[in-house]
């Protein structure tokens, strides 16, 4: 049959994805691209926050059209909000014809040939004194977790390849939904992670992003201290690579060694991923996070001392229940000290299923939506003075190819700027013919646009 695949959410979801597509294959199945060719249509959903919710019941109504009036014959839907709201998309989309949670990866080839599966039955879970209408199903031990001879179809750019370290979480933070909808924390064995580094730089891979709900608990539950500083080590000596990339870092887990291992390792991008949620204690109390802002400062400063070129990127969440003006004003003020590279700012959004969710969503949401823009607004005043800082620096840029909106400049990205999340750069004073995606080039900076860097190729 023919399969089309849809892939919403995040790069964990994405391999998710490209793990079933390589199932499928194997299975004799051919993928397509076009959804209106499809025999099955696959939506792979998420369901971190309303808008992830949103834009994947909305795709699944868009897939199911193509079911109603076009060749496709079945409509399968996986990930995280089948695992969330398995019996209610049942219920209130009959076209959808199977639905697998997220530990039910292995099983999109029976859904596939139509299997009939067994049905789970939910356990009620109480967070606390909520209604009745917000309990949600217990959360079961998943246990699985692709490895090294996995198949899987990469669906990303030839020279990108995302690699789960591990699965899962164990933390709680009180606005999150992941541990119940992946499970607790579950690391991947070193070797096979680099047997899977290997076969993927033989193919071209170029760029490894090393991805997971916390990459610095990596090998922690598996009662491996300094697992995460070998496996960096292992994979710069893989043939063939020539960036790693380290997404997701808890900033209270990361220690002296791994900050060593980012340094030494010359494959390692000097690039470190801190999602610090806010920087008031109160709020990060009330959130469930441990630290800090002297605790973070501390962090970022042994960052910048050990790796004085490191590039900072990191999230924040406004509007979380109680966050008061002062709150606020605190988080501003970590920000224009800290002078982070990257920042990425979302407002808080009351998800069920959560322990904040008790709590009272006593922020408006046009107060949400106002933080926001001001925070976003002071961090294009840093990154516009980071930017600058940097004309005239050289930095080794990896082709991506021609911009779609310019034809006759090349786009790409040099080691401090994550595909997807962060800015790009620009190549200029070319020819664009001279350069082909998964190229590294030597560049020297020459200036910047709003967030990307302008650079021109070296002689």
Known sequence: ?????????????????????????????????????????????????????????????EMARHKRDGACRHLIVTGCLAERYRD??????????AVLGTDEVPDIVGALDGQPRPTRVPVPLLRGPVEAATQIAEPRPLKYLYDADTPRRRTTAPHLAYVKVAEGCDY???????????????????????????????RGVKELILISQDSTMYG??????????????????VDGLEWIRLLYLYPTTITADTIDAVADCDKVC????????HASAAVLKRMGRPGTRSTYERLLDSFRHRIPEITLRTTFIVGFPGETEADFAELCDFVEQTRFDHVGVFTYSHEEGTRAFD???????DTKAARRRDLMLRQQEIASRRQAERAGQRVRVLIEGRSAEHPLVVRGRWAGQAPEIDPVTYLTECDPSGFSPGQLVDTEIVGSHDYDLLVRPLP
């Not at 023919?2 to 199932?23: A, Q, R, T, W, Y």
């Not at 219920?91 to 014809?97: L, R």
Request: overall charge negative; glycine content about 6%; charged content about 30%.
């Open 270 to 277: 000097n690039y470190i991923d801190l999602p610090l949620q």
């Open 220 to 237: 922690l539950d598996r009662d491996e201290r300094g697992a995460l500083p070998r496996l960096l080590h292992a994979l710069n000596d």
């Open 172 to 202: 709680a933070c009180a606005f999150c939904i992941i541990p119940t909808l992946r499970g607790g924390y579950r690391s991947r064995p070193a070797d096979s992670i680099v047997a899977e580094a290997r076969a993927m730089a033989a």
């Open 88 to 97: 209610e998309l049942r219920k209130e989309m009959s076209e959808i014809d």
């Open 359 to 365: 709590l009272n969503d006593d922020v408006p949401a």
């Open 1 to 61: 049959m023919k399969i089309g695949f849809v892939s919403l959410g995040c790069p964990k979801n994405l391999v998710d994805s490209e793990v079933m597509l390589g199932l499928a294959e194997r299975a004799g199945h051919e993928v397509t691209e076009r959804a209106e060719g499809a025999d099955v249509i696959v939506v792979n959903t998420c369901a971190f926050i309303d808008k992830a919710k949103e834009e994947s019941v909305e795709t699944i109504l």
